[in-house]
């Protein structure tokens, strides 16, 4: 189970690769895909190394992602159930 | 309308200069920020504003030059005060940038400039009233101020105070064009009792933060404002922008944006109108003044109508916008104006102007560093008679 | 400056961030969203500027100084770092090229709840607008500088700045700049600033941390943040992109607090010296301006909190 989540908002991306430079977990990797205006949008390929620690977030001169830490084993428990 | 605040009115009967009046009048007004660059002739309003403002609550800065000074008001306006700043023409040459961003973000504020003798460093303790143009036209771009003109000590404390008003109506920069003799000159000048004062108070919106929108003009072209730090959260730009404050970078939005800052002051461009006549009635000459030289040209006009000639005297109070319509109807009435002024012909492009080939328009310019001799004005009067 | 990006209002609905379906239930927002005018987004800035990288600390750190944010104000000059003002949703103002210092005296002065933080670039606080920053410091009026240097005239194309170091290359400069630089913090400390500090867009969290710092402080506040500008300056001088700026800022920072202003000079290539360089306590204008006034006039100064007019 991951302590955390990165969510990215794929077209407010410039593809700079701040984000999966400065991950220190390398949770993201540029993807091949494109968005809408040309540029490649960062994907995750190690969800469960999130540490939701939010540096990407930090980073994204684009406001275009973000981390966030999961939440304490209540909500943890619902979620696994929601799943 | 609401009164001024006791507080700043010094009631009573004074022996002041046109400087200190005018100083009285900002006050009066309400102006509770000044901040300024000291130079010849103006640093009198400044020097007393700088003693009067901390007993009456207010402050004044010295700045480090004029471009600060010209937008520090700016700052202290959208903080919620009343403000000003002074100079006279190297500084005013300085403030233009920021006269155009008074206008394109509708700062309302007054810019005082004493004239003085140019261009450059020019006469620095002799009169000129060559700004008159640079006061109009002075920043790039298209816009439209307010430039009012005393005559009297008495008048640049009454005038400071419409001046304020004028900007706070219109949300617009007023330049108020003394120059320096009337700055210097001392007479009795009457200061109201504060009741008899009004003030237009600052057009504060009534709206909540999320109905408001900073640009949205009302039905008088003029938008209403907020200040900072009152939860608006609003944005203000010298970039073209819409009615919401944002940067719009579109021909539609700039033609929507600069032509209603260009019509809120011309659709009230008769209720602006203002200006002082004698004898204008049946006259075949319309002799048309403002500032210093409007007491110099009224010499010249009762040695004329001693001659027999029939004269008639207009004195310009608002000079911008220039009341073309109201100077167009006289040209039918009358065979020529003649325009006296300390320039070597500035207003007298817009009498010619407003003419339009119904009357003669003739120019007696001077130089600056001093006033005409009447006798200047009486030969041009007699040869349009002749 | 990336091209092309026209009327906001033309840009259609805005794109929402893709949130893991298993985690939907716990996603809170961006923290830096509810300071934007999203209305605006995408910006201006081009792929792998730094200033918006500086958004995301100034945002941070508002949120845990736990300031007030209605009594924030933004304060631009012109500039690519002159567009901050108009992204943030705070009061901001956007003024004229160089006097966003100026401007920020007034707004303080009329009302000196306000948390004032001028937000500009090298160009327009240390070129055109020098001479008001010099005074703002001298007079230790409470105001906060983010000063975004990225030895260049972003806006304008690329031309040299103040801060441009010897060697490189600019649109102006083409055949290097031979002009020696501003050294800012040592100029900031020179002039009076009460707090002096320089950091990189690598350093998010330091960055976030000196902020915090001046948000509290009071007086003349000052953070330089080194920044890619890959279109320019980068550019220009075979740098690289904006990312390979990034790891140079890593490779080459060197934090030093407290080192003298005078050793923190930066060169074209060498190390780049971060830290928090000064902090130390001075009055503050409005603090001496009215003790002044107040022993002078005594009872008959008036002391007005806020210049409001009705
Ligand atoms: C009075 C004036 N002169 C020149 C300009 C053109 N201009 C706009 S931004 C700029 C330089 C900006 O450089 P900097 O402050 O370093 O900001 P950056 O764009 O690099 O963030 C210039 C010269 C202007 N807008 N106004
Ligand atoms: S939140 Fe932290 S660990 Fe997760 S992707 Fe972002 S930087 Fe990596
Ligand atoms: S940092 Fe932001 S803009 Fe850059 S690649 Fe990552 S998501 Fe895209
Ligand atoms: S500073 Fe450089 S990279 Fe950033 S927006 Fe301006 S030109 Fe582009």
Redesign the pocket.
Known sequence: MPKGYVA?NVE?????????EFCPTHV?A?SSAFNSKG?H??HVVNPDKCTGCDL?GM????F??YGWKAPESKNGAKRDAAR | MPHADPKGVLTGVHFMDGDHAACEGAIAAGARFAAGYPITPSTEIVERFAARIPTVGGVFIQMEDELAASIAIAGAVWAGAKAFTVTSGPGFSLMMEHIGFAAMTETPCVFINVQRGGPSTGLPTLPAQADMMQARWGSHGDYEIIALCPNSPQECFDLAIRAFNLAEEFRVPVMFMMDEVVGHMTEKVVIPPAEQIQIYPRRHTRLPPGEYKPFEPGPDLVPDMVHAGEGYRFHVTGLTHDERGYPSMTVAAQDRLVKRLKAKITRAADRLACYETDGVEGADVVVVCYGITSRVALRAVHLARERGVKVGWLRLITVWPFPTKQLRALARQIKAFVVPELNLGQMVLEVERAAAGQAETISVPHAGGGVHDPEQILDAIMEVVR | MNGGVGDPAELGPRPEAEIPPEACECAPENPVEQFLRTDRMPHIWC??CGIGTTVNSFARALLEAKVDLDRVAVVSGIGCTGRVAGYVRLDSFHTTHGRAIPFATGLKLANPNLLVVVYSGDGDLFAIGGNHIIHAARRNLDIKVICVNNFVYGMTGGQVAPTTPVGATTTTTPYGCFEPAFNLPALMDAAGAVYVARWTSYHVRQLTRAMVDIFRKKGFCFIEVITPCPTLYQRKNRMGEGLDAMKYYKEKSKVRHGAPTSEVALTLDGDIIVGKFVDRERPEYMELMRSQLAAQLGDRYVEVEHLVCS
């Open positions: 990215i407010r991306c410039k593809g700079c690769g701040f984000c999966v993201l540029m540029y949008p960062p990407c980073y994204c001169p684009d275009a992602i | 792929p792998g």
